[in-house]
């Protein structure tokens, strides 16, 4: 008589590859922490010169297209600006990962606003990586991957046991929302800024400053204190702990 035939068990992520790629994730994303746990909130902006990266092409672009007014010296000046940042790196024998996307980035707006004619197009692509990434993150929260889980659980040396945690998995999901909220509210200040042409492009430009960087580090900074573990209650009695001998002897 013959045995009735197992059935074969489910395959499940091997955790340690999961974690591999949350790990690789988090590098990635640029995410760094202090020598005592914390993140690192400006490193991981890309430090001052990051920032001076993301920022200084669009603002030169700005300045040069009000004073003269020309689309095309105003791209070439965006451009060259974009391209300095890749010497320096070069110079200062760093990884060229940052400066190098920053220079197709520019190059991709610049080929846009040539193309149609219209300034205010210089900023259009930045609206679809915007909506890419939020909706990515709604995607993560809805399978339960919360992208802040991801990125700040391998600082916090948390690896994936979060996932087992319902309170964790919360918090992450709740510290994601939070980031959708700042690319969300980029849009909804930015798109009608874009939408009014010529005549919104100072206003466009100056929010797209405002928001970048500056918008992005304080929407981590509120993402990571919203999912800090809460700490252990040290005054709790332990159940196991035996009780002391009385004093008296007795």
Known sequence: MT????????K?????????????????????????????????AGGIQGIAESIL???????????????????VAALASAAVFTVVRLVQRRP????????????????LANTTGKAEDFYLPGFFTNTAYIL?????????????????????????????DPARLKAYRLGTWIIVAVLVLRLIVQVPLYLMGEDGLAALATTRLMMGAPLYILGVWIAWLLT??????TDAPIADQPPKPSSSGA
């Open 3 to 10: 045995s009735p035939q197992q059935p074969e068990p489910s």
């Open 12 to 44: 499940q992520p091997e955790p340690s590859a999961v974690k591999g790629l949350a790990e690789g994730y988090a590098a990635k994303a640029g995410l760094h922490r202090t020598h005592d746990g914390r993140i690192d909130v400006l490193k991981s």
């Open 57 to 75: 092409p669009g603002l030169v672009f700005l300045i040069a297209f009000t004073v003269t007014r020309d689309l095309t010296p105003s791209l």
């Open 96 to 111: 060229l990962t940052q400066a190098l996307a920053g220079v197709v980035g520019v190059g991709i707006s610049a080929w």
């Open 136 to 164: 990515a993150m709604v995607i993560s929260i809805a399978i339960k991957w919360p992208v802040a889980g991801l990125l700040f659980g391998i600082i916090r040396n948390e690896g994936l046991d979060w996932r087992k």
């Open 228 to 233: 800090r573990p809460v700490p252990a209650d």
